[in-house]
């Protein structure tokens, strides 16, 4: 019974894993039977036509029927396997099936050599055993995946060995008896095979299950963004409006210089956690694709105009002059939304790391692709080349050889590449460390419905590809 146990295993796996690992490693066996199928057929064809020179045309041509019915068969049953076995309930009968059909064509493959061999002709049996060595050897290797079916490959080298004994001579037996040495050798290969299909395949299974779980947990941690979303917001929308009223003294004087100093801290400190929270969700919103974009002809420059209004006293606060030299004329096709959000983020970071006398400029140009590129460029204080991809990742900073009075949350940059992406297009970083960045926000060509004469060179290819 202990013989018996391991192979029952492979028919009836106890575990579930062990049922969806042993179906896909049939299934491999199956997609390569059907890919070789052609093959097969006009290689046993050339079989038949070769062993009329030793044997009469009606035996042969009885055995090519028998073949061509057990390959067609095959095909039949490789169909039927690919359609059903998706559900593991049906499994083992699916295993039956594919090892019977299996086992006739080699038995029926094996009969065409009893069939040829012609006793006494050592061509016709130096061409008989290379039609079962070569069936064995090629069998083995596109059945290894699955064992109970590569096992069968000794029906192959059994009936070579057989013939081989059958002449009855010393010559033949030595031959006959290397039939175990290519037996222990193809069983070797097959094992090789067999162990690389269900590392390959044991992976392929953990890497979707982990990606099931990754997808589960990013769901959880959508719905717990959307459900938290409205308990932050409403009070910290509270404390933003009540500390504002304070430290405008609406109501009447505070009376103490310090609390109107804490007032102010209230209300810098809730508007940040505030933008932190509403980044936090859009980033969530999009890294899940729920973010739907509601696309019309959007005029960039009103959009642009917009972004350096509600930017205008922190970058006169900071001594910076802000130069927009985009064309007039320039319509897009786009989230009027979104885009509104890409450019005052990107301005409000050339503002902020832009030095008291430095300039800011915003500039647009035709790719010779077609595509639309809008540059931000500033003289600030530039980035480490190390560091361009890593102000693209969440909460990820970089600059740090200017002090800012206020820190950025991290989430700036990866909303507006995550943003520009969406669009089709993508937000690419161009810096020098002490000299200023340039962030190139590009669109596909289908989304420039008119931008006029480029006033600026294209970046480098590199730089906007």
């Known amino acids: 019974m202990g013989l018996l146990r391991k192979p029952l295993a492979w028919l009836r796996p106890t575990d579930p894993l062990a049922w969806e690992l042993r179906r896909d490693q049939l299934l491999m066996v199956v997609r390569s039977s059907e890919r070789s199928f052609p093959a097969m057929c006009v290689s046993n064809i050339g079989t038949g036509a070769v062993a009329l020179h030793w044997q009469p045309a009606g035996g042969i041509l009885i055995w090519l029927v028998a073949m061509l ?65 070569t069936s064995a050897a090629i069998g083995t290797v596109y059945t290894a995946p699955y064992a ?89 929308n509270a404390v933003i409006g009540f500390s504002d009223v304070m430290r405008q003294e609406l109501l009447g ?52 105009d917009e972004a350096v209004r509600m930017i205008a006293r922190r970058a006169e606060e900071g001594g910076v002059t802000i130069i927009n030299d985009v064309p007039r004329n320039a319509i897009i096709r786009a989230d009027e939304t979104a885009i509104r959000q890409v450019a005052l983020n990107v301005a409000m970071n050339a503002v902020k790391f832009t030095p008291p006398g430095g300039k800011v400029r915003a500039f647009g140009t035709i790719l010779p692709d077609g595509r639309l590129a809008i540059g931000v460029r500033d003289t600030g204080c530039g ?29 700036g940059l990866p909303i507006v590449r995550s943003l520009m992406r969406a669009h089709g297009g993508d937000a690419i970083l161009d810096s020098v460390l002490g000299i200023g960045t340039t962030v190139y926000l590009t669109l596909p060509r289908e989304r420039v419905i008119d931008f006029g004469l480029a006033i600026e060179p294209p970046p480098p290819a590199s730089r906007a590809a």
């Open 383 to 411: 980035i480490r080349p190390e560091d361009t991809e890593a102000v693209f990742e969440n909460f990820g900073q970089a600059r740090h050889d200017l002090a800012v009075r206020e820190k950025g949350t991290g989430l």
């Open 69 to 133: 019915a057990c390959m067609a068969l095959s095909h039949v049953a490789n169909r039927i396997y690919l359609a059903q076995s998706g559900d593991l309930s049906k499994f083992p009968r699916l295993v039956l099936m594919c090892m019977s059909v299996s086992g006739l064509t080699m038995v029926t493959i094996a009969a065409g050599a009893v069939l040829f061999w012609a006793p006494g002709v050592p061509v016709n049996h130096l061409f008989v055993l290379l039609m079962m060595t």
């Open 148 to 236: 109970p079916i590569s096992l069968l490959q000794a029906i192959y080298i059994g009936t070579a060995m057989a013939l081989c004994f059958s002449e009855g001579t010393a010559e033949y037996a030595m031959i006959g008896a290397m039939g175990f040495a290519i037996a222990a050798m193809l069983v070797g290969v097959g094992f090789s095979i067999n162990d690389g299909a269900r590392q390959i395949l044991t992976l392929r299974i953990s890497e979707r299950d982990l990606v099931s779980k990754l997808q589960d947990a990013s769901r959880a941690k959508s719905a717990f963004l959307a459900n938290m979303s409205h308990e932050l917001r409403t009070p910290l």
């Open 253 to 304: 004087p505070i009376g103490t210089d310090a609390y109107r100093g804490y007032a102010d801290d209230i209300h810098a400190s809730g508007t940040h956690l505030l933008t932190l929270i509403n980044q936090v969700l859009d980033l969530s919103k999009i890294e899940a694709g729920k973010y739907e974009l509601r696309e019309s002809n959007v005029d960039l420059n009103r959009i642009l």
